[in-house]
């Protein structure tokens, strides 16, 4: 879900994303700036007057750790691993 604004390693956002106010950023460049504690409280809470939203009301607590310690990993990732998480993802399996 975080790709079409944030890409990915070796991907980039979706086209329409071109369009918020402030550019969401690409997440395997500046991931490293946040601690995954950082991660956690932006991916529940959204952060105000930019397109990021908050994600709390629709994923438990486990889930949005789950993806802050996946964003983390995305710096040392190669596209075929992201890509890899992707079918893990489609195939009923949480990363």
Known sequence: ?????HGGPGIKPDKW???LLPQPPHL????????PDEVFWIVKHGIKMTGMPSFG???GDQMI???AAFATRLPAMT?????GFEEADSSGSEY
Do not use: L, T
């Open 57 to 59: 009301a629709n994923h």
């Open 79 to 83: 596209k075929e691993e992201y890509e």
């Open 17 to 19: 994303s071109r369009g």
């Open 1 to 5: 879900m975080c790709e079409h604004c």
């Open 28 to 35: 395997p460049e500046v991931i490293s700036e946040w601690e």
């Open 65 to 67: 750790w789950n993806i």
